[in-house]
């Protein structure tokens, strides 16, 4: 049976958000870019929630969204594709948020594909408005996840039209 894609929506408070799966979410792994191709027709603008694994990426998009405790954050489980999220306001906000699994390091995505034409990172980066790269600092890889943070930048640089 083919799997289609379905929207599921969640009502909260002054907020809809809608996940859609399973073709909307991408692997961890760097060879999913094929899985990246509806990123491309969303012209919503995009957040990007990125950092290392267990840096507190899904928990902080819970507290926000979600309107959970953060207590309750400690039990969520990692994730482990990317999660596309639409977040709407009836009349303020509208935009896309990418939250990104800590596992997947992008820059395995731009030294895979130096010389073709329309990069996965191109698609990861088309309509990214905010870029959130969350760090923490209590974590012994910090200065990694600093390195990390540096690279997603140039990548993010190089990937953009100007």
Known sequence: MEAQ????????????????????QLSASPSSASLLTNASHNTKPKILLMGLSK???????????????????????????????????????????????????????????????????????????VLIFVIDPMEEKASYAIDRLHNTIIDLLRSTPR
């Open 55 to 129: 840096s507190g990426k899904t928990s902080i998009r819970h507290v926000i969204f979600h309107k959970m405790s953060a207590n309750e954050t400690q039990f969520l489980e990692s994730t482990p594709k990317i999660d596309k999220i639409d977040i709407s306001n009836k009349s303020f906000l509208d935009f896309q948020l990418w939250d990104f699994p800590g596992k997947l390091d992008i820059s395995h995505l731009r030294e895979k594909e130096e010389n073709t034409n329309n990069s996965t990172l191109e698609k990861i980066f088309l309509q990214a408005r």
């Open 5 to 24: 894609s379905q929207n599921h929506s969640l009502e909260v408070p002054e907020w809809s958000l809608s996940v859609k799966t399973p073709e909307s």
